[in-house]
Nanobody
Framework: QVRVEESGGASVQPGGSLRLSCALA????????FGWFRQVPGKAREGVGA???????GYAEAVRGRFTVSRDIAKNTLSLEMNNLNPDDTAMYYC?????????????????????WGQGTQVTVSS
């Protein structure tokens, strides 16, 4: 059974940084694909960053240069490093895993490419 669990959400001031973590069970960072998404109440969920099974990453334009997705192969975990946060980054952040028989190594922010989701962790950016 696949389990995905995010942690690390908090309230931070504009310009601050935060690191989210994603613990995995039944998914493998060397085999599957992973993504980070976020959602604000009343709006559609949007992709933030993704990492493929070979370690290649991709980002949404809104966060490129500020957010970094990484993986710890030894611990089989994922992270989302967020820098220079602004109020528009306030959202519930979700970690997602795409666990299929085979996945392309290309990172993707398409929701349909993911079949397991965490419960989310709240990030609030305000002064």
């Amino acid at each position: 059974q696949v389990r995905v669990e995010e942690s690390g959400g908090a309230s931070v001031q504009p310009g601050g940084s935060l690191r989210l973590s994603c613990a995995l069970a039944g998914a493998d960072v060397n085999r599957d694909r992973f993504g980070w998404f976020r959602q604000v109440p009343g709006k559609a969920r949007e992709g933030v960053g993704a990492i493929g099974k070979e370690g290649h990453t991709g980002y949404a334009e809104a966060v490129r240069g500020r957010f970094t997705v990484s993986r710890d192969i030894a611990k089989n975990t994922l992270s989302l490093e967020m820098n220079n946060l602004n109020p528009d980054d306030t959202a519930m952040y979700y970690c997602a895993a795409g666990v299929f028989g085979y996945v392309s190594p290309t990172p993707t922010l398409t929701e349909a490419a993911y079949n397991y989701w965490g419960q989310g962790t709240q990030v609030t950016v305000s002064s």
